[in-house]
DNA sequence: TACTAAATTTAGGCGCGCTTAACTTTTTAG
DNA sequence: CTAAAAAGTTAAGCGCGCCTAAATTTAGTA
């Protein structure tokens, strides 16, 4: 009648940690104990006490001192939260008119409340999308999630090549406004025409812009934030 | 920016203590301990201490060993989950496809997840229905509820009478899945044709409806739970 | 190598919401 | 009117997830 409830139904707190784990292995190496106090805004021994629960629960392993990794039912978990997060937030903003600067808080809370067979709907409804509205590949039903072609880092990207803007965080809504109010979404071309020295910004010739718009220059801080594709161009 | 999120932020048991007591008021008198309980699902000593911290912060007011009554400020609180619920329903069956035998569960998970906005983006999206798929009437934004007009379980409903059905307790899906077999659901009008004592089964006639599935015979838990309105008839 | 700084873990404690067991109050029935 | 039953409350305790303060381990540097 139902294989549909969260199979062995986590905690609010034991999803929020694998999923916050599971963010900073992806950006190399297990997982430190600050780094995830930090992620989820607790104290680390707070993550010291959970971890040492989610390991006696096999969803993940624990290396004193060194760090934590997700076992195959922790990610297997993890992924699941990542995908409602983004069905979510893509279904929020194409079916009821949300911006993508206002998602992510509304899907951090939904995504732990909802069934399976809900965001089955959802993303049937929306097609079964692959990116969510900041390019975030969304993983499959079953923990299938596309590698990222090489994404670079605006900042990294040399100057004198073109590039594609490809993903962006969804963490901080004041930037995706700022990046709203430049033209920048994901998907535009771009040329990169200058950076300068010492944290200084990045200039970009956007593709297929009219004039006035179609020279943007982006801060540090920014640049380090937009996740690129490089078409072609010079090497640094 | 956002004068958006859950007021005060109740926790998810409050609200449900909150929207259970308003429902046992409106079934008459001040909700009873032992009541509170059983809505829960809960034993009795819990509801004991929820209460008291409940009567501390305000929202409801405790005469020992008599029961209990929402405040101003609890009754507010439980009308907004009703809303909630209700619009969520309407959402889920509308526009997701469920049927109305599953909408309760999901809804009342949501409720405690979404954001005031979101509630209001699905009501927008659906026409501010003022009633959920089982009849239910939707309270307003800022907790106007419908008067019921004189609802009468079926099996009150004199025979000979005609009656309309407007209302359906939304909990338990088989009750709602057989219903919807016989063909009864929210709107369809009918005559009282029959009824038999000790707790025996109501006849009615469908208007409307082809030969084959016209007359229907309605055991009596089923008659207990369908709210109807009488459209005129002869007195028992 | 030894000492300090940073990261982590252990210890002790708190609030919430739940439980069972024991006690009190109210209701009901003989 | 009183005794038994039913309903409600108090007492004691548990798990979760959080905290601060005090060890402890690791890493960095003179």
Not at 33 to 41: C, F, N, Q, R, V
Not at 62 to 69: F, L, N
Not at 76 to 90: D, N, Q, S, Y
Request: proline fraction near 6%; include cysteine; aromatic fraction near 4%.
């Amino acid at each position: 009648m139902s294989a549909d409830r969260k199979s062995p139904g986590y905690s609010r707190s034991t999803e929020d940690y694998l999923k916050a784990i599971y963010e900073l292995e992806s950006e190399g190496g297990p997982a430190q104990t600050s780094a995830i106090a930090d992620a989820l805004g607790v104290a680390p021994p707070s993550v010291s006490g959970m971890v040492k629960r989610l390991s006696e629960s096999g969803l993940l392993e624990h290396a004193p001192y060194r760090g934590v990794q997700l076992t195959r039912a922790g990610r297997r978990t993890a992924l699941k939260m990542v995908r409602r997060h983004r069905i979510l937030e893509t279904y929020l903003t194409t079916k009821l008119g949300y911006d993508w600067d206002s998602v992510h808080d509304e899907a951090e809370r939904m995504e732990h409340a909802v069934s399976d067979g809900l965001i089955e709907r959802m993303a049937m409804a929306l097609g079964y999308p692959r990116h969510d509205p900041h390019g975030a590949p969304i993983p499959t039903k079953d923990g299938e999630i596309d590698e990222q072609e090489a994404l670079v880092p605006l900042i990294d990207v040399p100057v004198g090549s073109m590039a594609e803007l490809r993903m962006v965080s969804d963490r901080d809504p004041e930037l995706l406004r700022f990046m709203a109010s430049l033209g920048l979404r994901v998907g535009v071309a771009f040329e990169v025409i200058g950076r300068q020295p010492f944290k200084g910004p990045t200039a970009i010739r956007l593709a297929g812009q009219h004039a006035k718009e179609r020279d943007q220059v982006i801060g540090h801080e920014l640049a380090e934030n937009l996740s690129c594709v490089v078409l072609e161009g010079a090497v640094g």
